[in-house]
């Protein structure tokens, strides 16, 4: 079975820019996750979907979005880029429902922006 | 491969040892606890998990530890390998019907051959 994808794997960006990232969870997976990684912080939550639906967000700003389709792929989308978002940017999917608690979440290699 | 995190603690061990790595958690609520692995370049990839009404997992090569007392997670790496060599995180979830997890801020492990 394979794994979470993301794409693109490496992107560079200007300020001022847009940017949309795109993941595909494990097939049958219908709850995705998006972490923001940086040295200084390290290991943030964006948001959370389940079939469409944002069901918890992090502390970051409205310049942050995402949403999630039909088929489970999530995307999401960083407007107005500053330097401060370059980032590795994680999307993670597991087999949970709302109500059942948290469990094992898997993964993908995660997205490489840059701002210059 | 590029890091994933500058000025971690780091826990440097002979091939063959024992490695312990420590977890300070933050939630006295949290009731799911996850281990994970990342390489450089890599997605974390998980190890272990652990629930709130236990105290000890195994798995293979690896323990986890929890003491609710003290908010204290910690995993046991039996006969450690250069492959083990990454950063390792500790992540909580809170009993609240989400699946997000909050992140330590990981230990560097090297292992030496």
């Known amino acids: 079975k394979a794994g979470v994808t993301q794409t693109p794997r490496y992107l560079i960006k200007t300020r001022g820019q847009q940017v949309t990232l795109s993941c595909s969870p494990i097939?049958?997976?219908?709850?995705v996750s998006w972490y923001q990684q940086t040295p200084g912080q390290g290991l943030q939550f964006l948001f959370e979907y389940f079939s469409e639906t944002q069901r918890n967000k992090g502390n970051f700003p409205g310049r942050f979005s995402g949403r999630q389709f039909s088929n489970s792929r999530s995307e999401m989308n960083v407007s107005t880029l500053e330097l401060g978002d370059s980032a590795l940017y994680l999307c993670?999917?597991?087999?949970?429902?709302?109500?059942?608690?948290?469990?094992?979440?898997?993964f993908g290699p995660g997205t490489r922006l840059t701002v210059l | 491969g590029e890091s994933v995190g500058l000025h971690l603690p780091t826990l440097s061990v002979q091939e063959g040892d024992n490695s312990i790595i420590n977890c300070a958690y933050s939630n006295s609520a949290s009731d799911y606890f996850i281990w994970y692995k990342q390489e450089s370049g890599k997605g974390p990839q998980f190890i272990i998990d652990i629930r709130s009404n236990m105290d000890k997992r195994q798995g293979q090569r690896v323990t986890v530890l929890l003491n609710k007392t003290v908010k204290h997670l910690s995993l046991q790496i039996a006969a450690t390998q250069p492959g083990d060599s990454a950063v390792y995180f500790c992540a909580e979830n809170l009993a609240e019907g989400y699946s997000t997890l909050t992140f330590g801020k990981g230990t560097m492990l090297l292992v030496s051959p």
């Open positions: 097939s049958g997976h219908r709850s």
């Open positions: 993670a999917s597991s087999l949970t429902q709302p109500g059942q608690g948290a469990g094992e979440q898997f």
